[in-house]
């Protein structure tokens, strides 16, 4: 006999929390917008945004009922367009973000920008989990100076990003990778030819063929290496920094992310433990284990139809995405991460 036609699978992923953890652990419940796999060059999504919010069950239950009410949207989910299409749009929305003033958090990615990060982290520094995150704001100049000279760079930009992004999703076999190295560097050469200067230059000149060669073959064995075309692992953990602050850990409740493999989750809870101890945040007792003292307690993955919390999360991703790919996020106020993976000041 078949399935029923509404039975779902249990979410897969996620990071079970170690159950002897003591001290104080919140609950976050996340969920994120402008998801699309690894093309990070698509015009329609230029925006990733992640949303995090600390509400309770029965919080976030009646917040949604009294945002759903005078829709015909579905009974159990209210997305950011039903919303911000909706009768009464603009005094829900104030309503929505004052409600959520103090118990939500919003991390924004530029993909484009995230894109030069990631090609910054990879070939000019060390690549880690750290990378993206506010933790390696050193790298961040040079990033931003390339980013920057785009606007007079026109169409060669686009093809040297969209070759980046070619060469990281080339399979590590010898034509291929030969053919994507080719028109990376060409594109690299086309770009360097319309004499950007200064430190823009310099990120030209310092991805050598030996260099690039070395991180792609380390790629395909170091399992240290964080995927460079996922978004979500710098956005979580900027999400659990920001939560964490207040020296709590932190438990996400996250719906369903395939990125989210618990690898990749033990690998990122290690970098942050390792943050943490160094800003002496959280002292480790003596017989604790790594990874004890990470502000990441764990992460549970959900369907969001069963989470009202991840439901509210999901919403507040979306509105916060259209807003920003309509040039106006300053609506979303305080709860917008100041450590944005964003350009906050563009030149003229």
Not at 32 to 40: A, I, K, P, T
Not at 214 to 232: A, F, G
Not at 261 to 275: F, N, S
Request: a neutral charge; one cysteine or more.
């Amino acid at each position: 006999m078949g399935e029923r036609p509404d039975t779902r699978s249990p979410p897969q992923g996620g990071l079970p929390p170690v159950e002897w953890l003591g001290g104080a652990v919140l609950q976050v419940a996340c969920d994120e917008s402008g998801w699309s796999g690894r093309n990070l060059l698509d015009l329609a999504t230029p925006v990733f945004t992640h949303a995090s919010v600390d509400l309770s069950v029965d919080e976030a239950a009646e917040l949604m009922a009294t945002l759903r009410s005078g829709t015909d949207c579905s009974p159990r989910e209210l997305k950011s367009g039903q919303l911000l299409r909706g009768p009464g749009a603009g005094e829900k929305l104030d309503w929505l973000l004052a409600s959520l003033r103090g118990r939500a958090h919003v991390h924004l990615v530029d993909k484009e920008y995230f894109l030069v990060t990631r090609l910054v982290d990879l070939f000019l520094a060390e690549p880690s989990y750290a990378a993206g995150t506010h933790l390696t704001q050193d790298q961040r100049p040079a990033a931003i100076a390339l980013y920057r000279a785009r606007h007079s760079t026109g169409r060669d930009w686009e093809a040297f990003l969209g070759a980046f992004v070619a060469l990281l999703r080339t399979k590590r076999q010898d034509e291929q990778e030969r053919r994507a190295l080719q028109l990376f560097f060409q594109a690299r050469d086309a770009l360097a030819a319309r004499g950007l200067g200064g430190p823009a230059a310099g990120v030209l000149d310092g991805l050598g063929e030996t260099g690039v060669r070395t991180v792609l073959t380390r790629m395909t064995h170091d399992r240290s290496i964080p995927p460079p075309l996922e978004p979500i692992l710098p956005a979580l953990a900027e999400t659990v920094l920001f939560w964490s602050a207040a020296q709590q850990r932190v438990l996400i409740v996250h719906d369903e992310q395939s990125a989210l493999t618990a690898d990749r989750l033990r690998r990122l809870q290690r970098v942050l433990e390792g943050a943490s101890r160094a800003s002496a945040r959280w002292p480790s007792p003596a017989d604790a284990s790594p990874p004890a003292a990470s502000p990441l307690a764990g992460l549970i993955t959900v369907n969001s139809k069963d989470d009202a919390r991840v439901q509210v999360a999901d919403l507040l991703a979306g509105v916060a995405r259209r807003s920003a790919e309509a040039g106006d996020d300053r609506t979303l106020g305080p709860i917008l991460s100041r450590t944005s993976l964003r350009d906050t000041e563009p030149s003229s």
